[in-house]
């Protein structure tokens, strides 16, 4: 059973407009979620993280927003730009020593 | 400073066979993780291995196993391989166990096709 969703397989957004990249889990022993980014042939790349004891964080295009309530988290990319087009996987991980749980990934594309 | 790097990048293996597949990890960093991705799927742990020692597994059979080696390098062995071990297989260096999830660094990782 799948603890961490990323329900949309697929996202197209226009170049310079807001792409919205949402994840959901079910564990509410998560205390540290991650957003990694990955290019054909390469490994995933780290983006943004988010703790448990925020509800929001920023790197410059990035956001992360967390709703602990909803066991939900969505990434924020403003402006999007066609670089960015990659498979975004959101991971979810309990504090210390532990491995990161991913979700099945959303393809973004950004067309300009 | 070298980043993460595996070897081979692509293989193919019949039903049965065994395969390793080798990981090099970023200089300094002392854990290694590996994960197995099939297709349409996201990275799936397998195991960690930290200063040598496994440090954690995942939810895989006995027939993957792996080693850590002085420098700090990795091996993943797959005994009597399976159609659906077909996958990406990622390696992930980290320093002092990945307790700090984002100085985890993955590979490229090896492509392995069994038939």
């Known amino acids: 059973d799948q603890q961490v969703k990323q329900n949309s397989p697929s996202l197209s957004v226009q170049e310079g407009r807001i792409s919205i990249l949402n994840c959901d889990y079910t564990?509410?022993?998560?205390?540290?979620f991650l957003w990694y980014k990955k290019y054909p042939a390469e490994g995933p790349t780290f983006l943004i993280s988010?703790?448990?004891?925020?509800d929001k964080n920023e790197d410059g295009r990035f956001t992360v927003f967390l709703n602990k309530s909803a066991k939900h988290l969505s990434l924020h990319i403003v402006p999007s730009q066609p670089g960015d087009s990659a498979v975004y996987f959101c991971?979810?991980?309990?504090?210390?020593?532990?491995?990161?749980?991913f979700g099945k990934g959303t393809r973004l594309s950004v067309i300009a | 400073e070298t980043g993460v790097t595996q070897s081979p990048t692509h293989l193919i293996k019949t039903r049965g066979q065994q395969v390793t597949l080798r990981c090099s990890s970023q200089?300094?960093?002392?854990?290694v993780s590996w994960y197995q991705q099939a297709l349409g799927q996201g990275p799936q742990f397998i195991f960690q291995?930290?200063?040598?020692?496994?440090?954690g597994r995942g939810n895989f059979p006995p027939r993957f196993s792996g080693l850590q080696f002085p420098n700090y390098s990795s091996e993943l062995n797959v005994n009597a391989l399976e159609l659906d071990d077909s996958a990406l297989y990622l390696c992930?260096?980290?320093?002092?166990?990945?307790?700090?999830?984002?100085?985890?660094?993955f590979g490229p990782g090896t492509r392995l096709l069994v038939l």
């Open positions: 992930a260096s980290s320093l002092e166990g990945g307790a700090h999830q984002e100085t985890q660094y």
């Open positions: 564990n509410s022993m998560f205390d540290y």
């Open positions: 988010i703790s448990s004891i925020k």
């Open positions: 991971a979810a991980s309990f504090s210390g020593n532990t491995p990161l749980v």
């Open positions: 200089s300094g960093h002392n854990t």
């Open positions: 291995y930290y200063r040598e020692e496994e440090n």
